[in-house]
């Protein structure tokens, strides 16, 4: 978790990474009925999803929240922000029961972002960051056809690992570190 803009003390942050720090430890505490499990329950989802993934012409078996008619309607966001390996990343998604509808990675500093992939409107993919760093024709058709074969219901970056993309393109480490 990244902290927020009070107070703390230096040993309860990770070193510096480009200017940001995330908390060592987090709590989450409240009153009972007031969303602690809800908020475990959507991180696990958000997890299995990435890992697992949703076989092919199976709904993704998503809970909305239910006391507000209006949220049964509109897509589930997710987004995940960590350090890995001494970088900063920001990795997301939003989704229905029958879609994958957006999903991104970036990587992030204090002031600046480096799109390494986004996924909109389901099916259109910005891979220019992976095309810049895999410059043959063979690892750029390869990274195409991974987008374009990528199920309407899976996430691309579980795709990327269920294809063994690592194999056939040079430089996909900064995808791969989601894992």
Not at 2 to 26: D, E, Q, R
Not at 42 to 63: P, Q, S, W, Y
Not at 142 to 150: M, R
């Amino acid at each position: 978790m990244i902290p927020g803009k009070g107070t703390l003390k230096p040993h309860h942050k990770s070193t510096s990474i480009n200017g940001v720090s995330a908390l060592k430890l987090a709590v989450i505490f409240g009153a009972n009925a007031s969303g602690k499990s809800n908020l475990i329950q959507a991180i696990d989802f958000g997890r299995e999803t990435v890992l697992k993934g949703t076989k092919a012409g199976h709904t993704i078996n998503i809970t909305t929240y239910r006391l507000d008619e209006r949220s049964v309607k509109k897509p589930t966001y997710i987004e995940y922000e960590f350090q890995h390996k001494g970088k900063n990343y920001a990795y997301g998604f939003t989704l229905n029961s029958k879609e994958i509808i957006d999903e991104w990675l970036f990587e992030i500093g204090k002031s600046s972002e480096v799109k390494l992939f986004e996924r909109s409107n389901t099916n259109e993919y910005d891979l220019s960051f992976l095309f810049k760093n895999n410059k043959t024709s063979k690892e750029k058709q390869f990274l195409e056809f991974t987008a374009k074969g990528t199920p309407r219901n899976q996430l691309f970056i579980t795709q990327i690992r269920t294809t063994n993309l690592k194999d056939h393109v040079s430089d996909i480490q900064d995808v791969l570190k989601c894992y």
